[in-house]
């Protein structure tokens, strides 16, 4: 260990180096001249400040700094350990999302800029279908050094998920109850949707009806359609729940809510054929929200999680390796379609 400590003291007085940059570097070092190798265990917290003066929280950072790049792991809270003797390495991080939906797209930018060069990110699509989920997984197990999934609704999941390791693990978009303790940065459908329309209540009560187009086997919660059945009956609003769009079948005097932004663009191409004005011929709710919305046809009123807040928070987990709990807020945004 008296090699590893002259590493390190070797750095010192170095102009700019910190004490942070200085334990991560000579570490690095220590790997590179072969004084440690893969399996060595590390400089003990306590030892690191008998030995240097450094602060707890120096040296507690510097060890998640090199844990994040994959060139040390931590063992059953005994200590840290060489985990790969290439000093180059990045961190491989696996994102299993359902696809590239628009405000997936955000959240994807937003993750991937935030990590950097030191984190390699491949991402997977599952499409919502529970045999590409758990083939996915099971091909990505044991290759990465982080995991970051958007689960689906199915009683096999928790047992497909719990076959990573949790250490590693993080739950984003929606919540799923998969037992033990997790990390999660996910959205809440029921309470936050039924909010929403509640919110709207006044304004819908001045068209004939709602129509919500609700489709069962796509990555649709549930707890939407729960949230509305009960608004629609709380609320006494003449309500039509349908399957899909069919082009052309929009009508004057009634509000349409849908998920689906290709049945948005739909709609919208037929409000503009048949000269319907959006907030008084035709009401239009959206779920999700993206930079189109804001702009086409003078705005879409939508309610939302904040994407971009969720990668932000995502991409903190990842670097900083602290768990976390946390159910992004969902925002009603009221524009000029409804």
Same mark, same amino acid.
């Given at each position: ?11 010192? $007085?170095?102009? +700019? ?11 690095? &070092?220590?790997? &590179? *001249?072969? /004084? ?18 450094? !602060? ?14 994959? =060139? ?10 060489? !985990?790969? $003797? %290439? ?6 991080? !696996? ?5 590239? %939906? ?10 991937? %800029?935030?990590? +950097? ?18 083939? =996915? ?16 609704? @199915?009683?096999?999941? !928790? *047992? ?12 984003? *978009? ?29 304004? /819908? ?28 009956? %709380? ?17 004057? +005097? ?5 998920? &689906? ?13 048949? $000269? ?7 009401? =239009?709710?959206? @779920? ?10 003078? $705005? ?27 159910? =992004? ?10």
């Amino acid at each position: 260990m008296r090699d590893v400590f002259q590493e390190i003291r070797q750095l010192e $007085g170095i102009a +700019g180096l910190s004490k942070h940059e200085q334990l991560v570097q000579g570490i690095i &070092n220590a790997i &590179n *001249d072969k /004084i440690l190798s893969q399996g060595d265990m590390l400089p003990s917290v306590n030892s690191l400040i008998r030995e240097f003066g450094f !602060a707890r929280e120096t040296i507690a950072r510097s060890y998640k700094d090199l844990t994040s790049r994959g =060139i040390v792991e931590s063992k059953n809270r005994v200590g840290f350990y060489v !985990a790969n $003797g %290439d000093t180059e390495k990045q961190l491989r991080l !696996a994102l299993i999302i359902f696809a590239f %939906d628009s405000f997936q797209e955000v959240f994807y930018k937003t993750f991937r %800029d935030l990590l +950097g060069e030191t984190t390699h990110v491949d991402v997977f699509f599952h499409h919502n279908n529970i045999d590409v989920f758990e083939s =996915i997984i099971s091909n990505v197990r044991g290759k990465y050094g982080m995991y970051v999934v958007a689960p689906i609704p @199915h009683k096999r999941t !928790a *047992d497909i998920i719990h076959t990573l390791p949790m250490s590693k693990f993080l739950m984003i *978009d929606r919540y799923e109850p998969i037992g033990g303790e997790f990390s999660h940065i996910t959205q809440e459908f029921e309470r936050s949707s039924y909010e929403a329309f509640s919110k709207l209540s006044s304004t /819908i009560s001045h068209y004939k009806g709602m129509v919500y187009y609700y489709r069962p086997s796509s990555d649709t919660p549930i707890e939407i359609l729960n949230a509305y059945k009960k608004f629609v009956k %709380d609320y006494k609003v003449k309500s039509t729940i349908a399957t899909n769009y069919e082009p052309g079948s929009i009508q004057k +005097g009634y509000v349409y809510f849908t998920i &689906n932004n290709t049945e948005l663009w739909a709609m919208l191409k037929d409000c503009v054929a048949k $000269g319907l004005t959006l907030g008084k011929d035709v009401g =239009i709710l959206s @779920h999700n929200d993206d930079v189109v919305k804001e702009i086409i046809c003078n $705005g879409i009123t939508t309610y939302s999680a904040d994407f971009k807040y969720m990668a932000e928070k995502a991409a903190e987990f990842v670097l900083r390796r602290e768990p976390v709990r946390e159910t =992004i807020p969902t925002i009603l945004i009221r524009r000029n379609s409804l």
